[in-house]
T-cell receptor, first 116, second 113 residues
């Protein structure tokens, strides 16, 4: 079975541009979470979506937005890119939204975004 | 792949020895804790978890200890192998149906053959 897939693998943008990152969850998983991992640090929670609704949001500016589609795939959008947005963006998927255990949440390999 | 281990505390261990990785968590309200392993170029991989009503949990070659009094977690890896070389993160969750995880800074484990 395919795991969580993310595209693109790598991306280079310049300051002020906009970027869209994509995530396909494991088949049957309805929840997607997004994390930002700056080099040398642990991942930071950005969003969680379940059944196309936002269920949680971390401490990120409004330049960050996301959505989930009927097939449960998700997009993360970042507007007006700053140098500090350079990071690995991770997507994680889970089957449900309540009563779960984290051994049921799986991370994708991430998208490496570089802002010049 | 690009390393995620730059600027992280490093623990070097001889192959076959036991490893202990420590973590201080931040929120006294957290009731669920997880250890993740992250290899270069990959996303975090679940290792073991523990709930706040426990102080010890064992898996295959791994043990997690929780001390809520001092908000401290540790991960013990028995008979460390070269394949254990990676960056290890602890993460905490407040429960109540939230998926939000707060990750610690991470420790890079290097196994010396």
């Amino acid at each position: 079975d395919a795991g969580v897939t993310q595209s693109p693998t790598h991306l280079i943008k310049t300051r002020g541009q906009q970027v869209t990152l994509r995530c396909s969850p494991i088949s049957g998983h309805k929840s997607v979470s997004w994390y930002q991992q700056v080099l040398g640090q642990g991942p930071q929670f950005i969003f969680q979506y379940y059944e196309k609704e936002e269920r949680g949001r971390g401490n990120f500016p409004d330049r960050f937005s996301a959505r989930q589609f009927p097939n449960y795939s998700s997009e993360l959008n970042v507007n007006a890119l700053l140098l500090g947005d350079s990071a690995l963006y991770l997507c994680a998927s889970s089957e449900g939204d309540r009563g779960f255990s984290y051994n049921e949440q799986f991370f994708g390999p991430g998208t490496r975004l570089t802002v010049l | 792949g690009e390393s995620v281990g730059l600027h992280l505390p490093t623990l070097s261990v001889q192959e076959g020895d036991n490893s202990i990785i420590n973590c201080a968590y931040s929120n006294s309200a957290s009731d669920y804790f997880i250890w993740y392993k992250q290899e270069s170029g990959k996303g975090p991989q679940f290792i073991i978890d523990i709930r706040s009503n426990m102080d010890k949990r064992q898996g295959q070659r791994v043990t997690v200890l929780l001390n809520k009094t001092v908000k401290h977690l540790s991960l013990q890896i028995a008979a460390t192998q070269p394949g254990d070389s990676a960056v290890y993160f602890c993460a905490e969750n407040i429960g109540a149906g939230s998926y939000q995880l707060t990750f610690g800074k991470g420790t890079k484990l290097s196994v010396i053959p």
